[in-house]
């Protein structure tokens, strides 16, 4: 562990809370689901923090994530820990806009789109149709984390659709992001 990892978990730790924005939480498809209820509400994969995606439906989520298209079939779920991830449970992997937390030149993934085209076996039945191995760049404002050990989620599940969009736990949706034509980053007063 370098010092780099040592200083992004320990200001990852400031900001993490319970019931806040700052929240912790895991955007899973129906399987995904499934298979944590099936052990024992434990969640594995990456993670990121609820006030970034206040107001989005799952097509959204899954842009912003850089998930797949379709990954969510229409219907995503937001899950949240029991309690806040422990030092050695975690590590930082950037921002969305870095697949697997990793930096590559966008020539990169012109090569992995081609590869998957021509690959027809290497797809993955996780969502309603196959999709690829490839991971599109999500948003370069969303920050995520993966977890090293599995984390026992709440059964509290929040249900988004397109109609019923992400919201906060007393029910409102206004994001941290500023409104549309405005700069992103800058709050204005």
Known sequence: MDATDIYSRNHSLKLFELK?????IKFVNQSGLNFIKQN?????GYFTLAKWLYGA????????????????????????????????????????AYP???HRPREMDFAEIQADKKDKNWT?????????????????????WYLLKPLRVDT????????????RR???????????????GVHWT
């Open 124 to 144: 993955y039945n996780r969502s309603m149709t196959p999709v690829g191995s490839y991971y599109p760049r999500g948003d370069g404002s969303i920050h995520q």
């Open 40 to 44: 024992g509400y434990m969640a594995y």
């Open 57 to 96: 439906d799952p097509i959204e989520i899954e842009e912003r994530l850089g998930l797949r298209k379709g990954e969510f079939g229409g219907v995503a779920y937001a899950l949240v820990f029991n309690r806040l991830p422990r030092f050695e449970e975690f590590t930082y992997k950037l921002t969305a």
């Open 156 to 167: 509290y599940v929040r249900t988004i659709t397109p109609t019923l969009r992400f919201a």
């Open 100 to 102: 697997n937390g990793k």
């Open 20 to 24: 806040t924005d700052n929240e912790p």
């Open 170 to 184: 007393d029910g409102t949706m206004n994001s941290n992001e500023p409104n549309l034509g405005r700069l992103r």
